[in-house]
């Protein structure tokens, strides 16, 4: 009887020592989940605040078919007096950019800017997740300064996987500009502050995303009104809109 009450006794213990177990166990689980309740609505009200604060998407033109554009003082390729211009909103980092420059613009140059009927304006637009298209842009406009515009860009494209400062002075030397003048020009704010200009007025007509392309016909002055069209498209596309223009009268 006596090992009988033992054996109850001990059972019973070992029972409230469980139960007390279970329920502090249980109490680590409740406030855990509390925390990380506290933290989940923590980080939506972050999520939230960051939403109202951040800048406005842009908006696709209301009429994608009548955009008024600023050539600016931006490189132009071509015949200052063509009748149709292309003004083109791109990236050095981006891949459709860089896809773009390498399949789709030498035939608009070949058919088009060659023969005097397109002249060609390419402004920047570097997107903010391409860390190097901001200093790849100033560089090209250093190099433009010295009379190697479209060069530069040729190189950028083809460095687009390498862009770096070296690969910059590796252009300025092989290149002959001076390399002073060139490195002094990069370090220029109002080289940057130019190429934010034309981010900004991209964002201002539309522009969503790079590449990005306004095609109309040419006025006097420093304005066109033009069809919007987004993204790496192909030849035809360009064609079909150029042929449109250079056939109105």
């Known amino acids: ?37 506290k933290k989940f609505t923590e980080l939506g009200t972050k999520i939230a605040e960051a939403v109202k604060s951040a800048p ?11 955009v008024k554009v600023s050539i600016d003082d931006d490189p132009i390729k071509g015949d200052l007096k063509a009748p149709v211009t292309i003004v083109e909103f791109s990236d050095y980092e981006c891949p459709f950019c860089k896809r773009n420059h390498d399949q789709v613009f030498p035939q608009i140059k070949k058919d088009y800017i060659d023969t005097g009927k397109v002249r060609y304006v390419f402004r920047d637009y570097p997107l903010g997740f391409h860390k190097k298209a901001v200093p790849a842009a100033v560089a090209a406009n250093c ?58 007025d991209g964002k201002n007509y539309g522009v969503r995303g790079t590449p990005s392309f306004f095609i109309g016909k040419t006025e006097n002055g420093k304005e066109m009104t033009g069809v919007y069209v987004r993204g790496a498209r192909p030849y035809n596309t360009f064609k079909t809109e150029i042929d449109k223009l250079l056939a109105e009268k």
């Open 1 to 37: 009887m006596k090992i009988l009450l033992s054996v109850i006794i001990v059972l019973a213990v070992g029972s409230i020592a469980i139960n007390a177990w279970i329920l502090n166990e249980v109490s680590k689980v409740k406030t855990a989940v509390e925390q990380q309740d």
């Open 56 to 66: 406005a998407r842009p908006t696709a033109p209301s009429d994608p078919k009548n």
């Open 143 to 200: 190099a433009g300064e010295q009379g190697k515009y479209w060069e530069i860009n040729d190189f950028l494209f083809q460095s687009r996987a390498n862009l770096a400062d070296e690969k910059y002075t590796e252009f300025a030397k092989t290149n002959g500009l001076d390399l002073a003048k060139f490195e002094a020009c990069r370090k220029d704010i109002k080289q940057q502050e130019e190429v934010n200009k034309d981010f900004e």
